[in-house]
């Protein structure tokens, strides 16, 4: 589950694929991804196999005012 919908991955997608499914770059500023309730560090991602029923929560920050 990617911010609450349902989607299919690949068996060895990570918490990188699953930021890409949510319509953010990995690699983008301001972009942070929890899996369950631990927010994980950006250099974590490629590396954080999911498994069936993870949940994955993407998440951009917005300034303003």
Do not use: C, F, K, Y
């Not at 609450?4 to 694929?17: C, F, I, K, P």
């Amino acid at each position: 589950m990617i911010n609450g919908q349902v989607h299919e991955l690949e068996a060895s997608a990570t918490v990188a694929d699953a930021v890409r499914v949510a319509g953010a770059a990995p690699d983008e500023p301001g972009v942070a991804a929890a899996l369950g309730e631990e927010v994980l560090s950006r250099g974590a991602w490629a590396g954080t196999e999911l498994s069936d029923g993870d949940r994955v929560e993407v998440v951009r920050a917005a300034a303003g005012g």
